[in-house]
């Protein structure tokens, strides 16, 4: 294809991108299953309070330690278990964009990474 200005085999390109995008795809979702197996723990407290998140962000265990509950008040507690779960949230979400940007950063996309 001669006619747009040196583009070369425009089919070529696309196949290949399709072949790309199936290939990423099939990446993305062993990357989703490994996160899923993942565990990340978020702690408060001294690590009195701890709450287990996978991956995927999905809270997998919460474990207080029984001295919380004999010497600390409710609002103690809840204040432990609130920053235990930003911290294993924000550890997931980490753990996630690096796993993901593997995955895009291997696909030669600049950009691409911060999307996924």
Not at 49 to 67: A, C, H, S, W, Y
Not at 88 to 94: P, S, V, Y
Request: hydrophobic share 40%; no cysteine.
């Amino acid at each position: 294809m001669r006619g747009l200005g040196g583009l070369g085999d425009l089919g070529g390109l696309m196949k290949q991108a399709q072949k790309q995008m199936k290939d990423m795809q099939r990446r993305m979702r062993e990357v989703e299953e490994d996160l899923r197996e993942r565990a990340v723990e978020g702690t408060a407290g001294g690590g009195m309070v701890k709450v287990v998140f996978n991956g995927l962000r999905e809270p997998l265990d919460v474990k207080i330690d029984q001295t919380v509950f004999e010497e600390e008040g409710p609002e103690f507690l809840q204040e432990m278990v609130l920053a235990a779960i930003r911290q294993g949230l924000k550890k997931a979400q980490e753990l996630e964009e690096a796993e993901r940007g593997k995955v895009a950063g291997n696909m030669g996309i600049p950009g691409l990474e911060g999307l996924l």
